[in-house]
């Protein structure tokens, strides 16, 4: 089993920016892909960026691109989003995930943190 806990939300203003943390435990070692996914209101969870270490790969929604940058820290067993020039519309929980293969499902999941951007 994997644990997941997301750190870091909060109320920032338009233009802003958030730094989100993800702590995995457990068996951290069989983690593959770690990733960010977002929920507002009414809407579906929705993928906003993963990062995949057996194929160094790292991908983004494009809404997000160039303003949100994932990185991981495999020492930390810790994934971060950095959020910047943040918009209403990022109004979300976020969660992060993880799958024990580059294209499995995404297996675990953490209980989410809420993000609120002011206009």
């Known amino acids: 089993q994997v644990h997941l806990v997301e750190s870091g939300g909060g109320l920032a203003q338009a233009g802003g920016s958030l730094r989100l943390s993800c702590a995995a435990s457990?068996?951290?070692?069989?983690?593959?892909?770690m990733a960010w996914f977002r929920q507002a209101p009414g809407q579906e969870r929705a993928f906003v960026a993963q990062?995949?270490?057996?194929?160094?790969?790292?991908s983004y929604a494009d809404s997000v691109k160039g303003r949100f940058t994932i990185s991981r820290d495999n020492a930390k067993s810790t994934v971060y989003l950095q959020m910047n020039s943040l918009k209403p519309e990022d109004t979300a929980v976020y969660y992060c995930?993880?799958?024990?293969?580059?294209?499995?499902?995404?297996?675990?999941w953490g209980q989410g943190t809420q993000v609120t951007v002011s206009s």
């Open positions: 990062t995949t270490r057996s194929i160094g790969m790292t």
């Open positions: 457990g068996r951290t070692f069989s983690v593959d892909g």
């Open positions: 995930g993880a799958r024990l293969t580059a294209y499995g499902d995404w297996k675990f």
